[in-house]
Every structure is written in C-alpha cells, then in structure tokens.
C-alpha cells in the first residue's frame, strides 16, 4: 500500500518506470495535503477573532475535513488498483468471440472504476474548498498562507483528477454514464473555480 | 525528519495544531511529486515517435529532474527548521538594551533563512517546469495525463512557495534584501506561468 511507505519510497514509486502509482494517486494525495494544512489551522489555539463563534465554526471545519481526508488518502491507493484494473482488463485472452466479448465488457467496467476514483477525488476537493471558505474567515490572521497553500493544492487536485477522468472517459462507450460524467466534472470545475477565489479573497481581508 | 515519515504520519504532521510543518513544506513536497511525476514519464519504455532524438532527450530531463527532486525533498525539512529558527528567535531575552539588539539581529537572520528556502523552492519548481516542457515534446502520448498533474503540482508548489516568501519579507527590515527577492519572485512567477502555457500546449498536440 502506498500509503504505509515514507516519503522517498513514495517519491521513488511515483518516479520509478512503473506507470502506477501515477498522476490520478498523486492528484488524491495533493488533495489529501492541502486538506490537512486546512486541519491544522483550524486547530490552532489562536484564531481570528478569538470569538466563540470563530471557535465554533473551526471546530466543525476540523470535524468535516477529517472525514474528507480519509476519503482522499484512501483514494491514494484506490487510483492505482483502478488503474491496475484497466490494464489487467487489456491483457484478457482475446482468442474466441466469448472471450473477445467478455474482455471487452471487463474493460469498460475497468475504465469506469478508473473513473470514479477521480471524480470522486473532485467531489471531495470541492468539499475541502469549501471548508477552505471557512477556515479562511475565522481561522488565525497569521496562518493565511497556509491557507493559500492549501486551495493551491486543492485546486491541483481537482486540476489533476480531472485530468484522470478526461482520459479514462474516453474508452468509455456508454454515452448516458459518460454525460453524466462529463456535466458532473464540468459543474465541479466551475464550482471550484468561484470557491477558491472566495477563500483568496477572505485571505486578503485583514 | 519529516522525510523519514509514513504518509498518515507525515499527514498527521500537516494537520497537528502545531504551526510546523506548515504550507512552505507542503509546498516543497507538491513540487517533489511533480518532478517525480515527470521521472516517470521520461523513463517510460515508451516515448512520443520512438526516435533516438526522443530518448536522449528524455534522458537528460530525468537526469536534470533527479537533481532537482533531492533539493526539493531537503527544502521540505529546511523549512520547517527555517520555521523553528524564526519562532527561536523571537523567544531570545529582551531584557537589556544588548539582549534586544542581538534578538532583533537574529530575528532578521532567521527570517532571511525562512525567506531564502521557499525562494530556492521555486527556482527548482521552475527548472523542473522548463523540464516539463522536454517531457511534453518527447513522451509517451498516453502518459500526458501524467505530465499535466505534474504541471499542476509544481505551480501549486510555487504559488505556495511564494506566498511564504511574500509573509517572510514582510518581517525583513533590509531594503536592498526585500528589494532583490521581490524582483527575484516576481520574474519566475512570469515566467513560470509562460513556460506551464507551453508544456500545456504540447501536450494537446496530436
């Protein structure tokens, strides 16, 4: 499991010639990092205002994004199962017509694993955003870049997932699963895209 | 050493109420995943037009990645250790007249260190950009998912790195300092962002 290495056998495995762990586990584990600067400064003792009501807000701040987390670090490992599940698929005997039917029906279940696990690395993403909202308004004045490092790395998260969608999406013949996917990514990205700039904007509030 | 770290343990470290590790080191690690990101790809065993051109190019931007990726993962800890030095600093005894000024010295030392590291930070995110762009032009077609999170990854690990030069400057009393690292971090955000264009639009070439 990826998630049990230390960090040069992690980096090690995402630079070896291997193609997994790849770019949809790494996207999981940006996320799963930014989520975690969001806990910590919703931690701190200090926050912006010292009110009860900034206390408050972080605490259930901290709650939400523990639970995302978790979603996020076991999506780390689940990205690189999917993909191996897609490659497994392609190596299928191909020799009868029941076999060329039957490969052909485990790789579009294959493909569509490949692509829940980014989408759902998205969805997660967009959650953390908005907590990021949160935490930006009554979190430690003095915490703000962590902060801002946090919705970057969020934001390459859900930049990296969909990247991972886009591609696994395109050996996908269903076309109602794959329009919903695609309205589903694109909501999200446009979602996103207003979340993160109302959290850059809170930070610059002083 | 945050290096030595299990990805829960070095997630947890992120997410303690303790201000270090902190978003300068998150943003050092998004880096070091990115250009581990383009390792990978420059070493698959397949490249974009299987040319002898492809490979030796591909070759030396794993070399020059490799490289960059060992400073990236020792900026992880020398920020958090440049963190440290700035909250040492300002615990020294300011009781005499000496004692004030040898803090005051010291706090503009450690705030120089805090300063210089994210900076370092995103020379190498930059160097590793510029490779991206090699990456792009001569790898494996169906790797360019991977090449995008990377591209991803290592602005988020730029903007991040800035903004914890931005909060450090904003400490250093030097003007010629601030002066020559304002220009510094404003020149490679520019021309980052031109050279992740790039890498961009070489990968939605056919």
Redesign the interface.
């Given at each position: 499991m990826?998630?049990?290495?230390?960090?040069?056998e992690?980096?090690?495995a995402?630079?070896?010639?291997?193609?997994a762990p790849?770019?949809?586990s790494?996207?999981a584990?940006?996320s799963?990092?930014?989520?975690?600067?969001l806990?910590?400064v919703a931690?701190?003792?200090k926050t912006r205002t010292s009110s009860a009501e900034d206390r408050t807000a972080l605490e259930a701040a901290a709650g939400a994004?523990?639970g995302i987390?978790e979603r996020l670090?076991a999506a780390?490992d689940e990205d690189t199962a999917a993909y191996d599940g897609v490659v497994a698929a392609y190596r299928l005997s191909k020799g009868t017509s029941d076999e060329q039917a039957a490969r052909k029906a485990a790789i579009q279940r294959a493909l569509r694993a490949a692509t829940d696990v980014p989408l759902e690395v998205m969805k997660q993403s967009a959650r953390a955003l908005e907590e990021a909202t949160v935490v930006a308004a009554h979190g430690y004045k003095s915490?703000?870049?962590?902060?801002?490092?946090?919705v970057?790395?969020l934001?390459?998260g859900i930049?990296?997932a969909n990247?991972?969608v886009?591609?696994n999406l395109e050996g996908i013949g269903d076309p109602v699963y794959r329009g919903a996917v695609e309205g589903e990514a694109r909501d999200l990205k446009e979602r996103v895209a207003a979340i993160a700039q109302t959290a850059t904007d809170l930070l610059r509030v002083r």
């Open positions: 990826l998630r049990d290495l230390a960090l040069p992690l980096l090690a995402f630079s070896s010639p291997d193609p790849g770019g949809g790494a996207a584990l940006s799963a990092i930014g989520a975690s600067l806990m910590m931690s701190l003792p994004l523990a987390r670090t780390i915490a703000s870049s962590d902060v801002g490092v946090a970057a790395m934001m390459a930049t990296g990247l991972n886009e591609v």
